[in-house]
């Protein structure tokens, strides 16, 4: 039972591993292009595994900074749920 755990648990890490490696690569490359663009900002939201990851890239004091962004509200994560699987409201009446 704990050998199957373990591997559930390295499972788990690696997927957890993958979606960073994801946004991880987004952020750096619109922080190579926001540094080409100076008073440029922008706000970006990284689906990957069924996560989100957010974060906005933009000057902060003569400098490229890279800095979590907004967080979705739980109300904004159902209506992408239903957007995604209209299903959810129920069968439907016809």
Do not use: Q, Y
């Amino acid at each position: 039972m704990a050998r199957r755990e373990e591997l559930e648990r390295l499972r788990a890490e690696a997927a957890t591993n993958r979606r960073t490696s994801v946004a991880a690569e987004v952020a750096e490359a619109v922080r190579r292009v926001v540094e080409r663009h100076p008073d440029t900002m922008v706000t970006i939201s990284v689906e990957s595994a069924g996560d989100s990851t957010a974060f906005t890239v933009g000057w902060v004091n003569d400098a490229v900074a890279i800095s979590p962004g907004p967080v979705k509200d739980a109300a904004t994560k159902l209506a992408d749920l239903i957007r995604r699987d209209h299903t959810l409201l129920g069968p439907d009446p016809d």
